[in-house]
């Protein structure tokens, strides 16, 4: 079972930038894919970026060249910087290894990330 605990939310006025953690209770050396997820209010969870073992990493439309993945196995960490904040990106923020599998169903708590205009 694996503990994931996201940190780095807060408010933040549009066009400024937040970065987000999210520390893993175990080693994510061997998982494949990490994503970080959001969801707002009234509407589904969906996948903002993901980046596999190697590196390689993908965006949904909506942030591109906005948001940056990374990862840090030796810290068990996976960030994302956030910049040129929108009021459309407030939203709980997720981090998540489901992509790499089914027996990868874990999720933290989330932080919240609210833009105001």
């Known amino acids: 079972q694996m503990q994931l605990v996201e940190s780095g939310g807060g408010l933040v006025q549009a066009g400024g930038s937040l970065r987000l953690s999210c520390a893993a209770s175990?080693?994510?050396?061997?998982?494949?894919?990490m994503g970080w997820y959001r969801q707002a209010p009234g509407e589904q969870r969906e996948l903002v970026a993901a980046?596999?073992?190697?590196?390689?990493?993908n965006y949904a439309d909506s942030v591109k060249g906005r948001f940056t993945i990374s990862r840090d196995n030796a810290k068990r960490t996976v960030y994302l910087q956030m910049n040129s904040l929108k009021p459309k990106d407030t939203a709980v923020y997720y981090c998540?290894?489901?992509?790499?599998?089914?027996?990868?169903?874990?999720w933290g708590q989330g932080t919240q990330v609210t833009v105001y205009s």
């Open positions: 980046i596999t073992r190697d590196g390689t990493t």
């Open positions: 998540s290894p489901r992509l790499s599998g089914d027996e990868y169903d874990y």
């Open positions: 175990g080693s994510i050396l061997y998982i494949n894919t």
